[in-house]
């Protein structure tokens, strides 16, 4: 994931009213994983990408629509 796909991400969530900063794991390897925090602040922060997915997992169930495994954006054209 890049920059643009993580903002789209922390988007996603804005608009799910879901809470949660996206960073890459390990901040020298932007290229790598990405996860979701419940904070801006690395020193404190605490990774809630599992929480976050199940929340977007139990909608998706409930309404038959949406993710059911990672984050799905579709890509800008």
Do not use: C, H, K
Not at 18 to 35: I, K, Q, S, Y
Not at 46 to 51: G, H, L, N, V
């Amino acid at each position: 994931m890049d920059e643009l796909e993580a903002q789209q991400v922390a988007n996603t969530l804005r608009r799910l009213e879901l809470r949660g900063f996206v960073f890459p794991e390990d901040p020298e390897n932007p290229g790598g994983r990405w996860r979701v925090y419940d904070s801006a602040d690395a020193a404190t922060r605490r990774d809630i990408t599992d929480e976050v997915l199940t929340v977007i997992a139990g909608r998706s169930r409930a309404d038959g629509t949406g993710p059911t495994r990672g984050f799905i954006i579709p890509a800008r054209r």
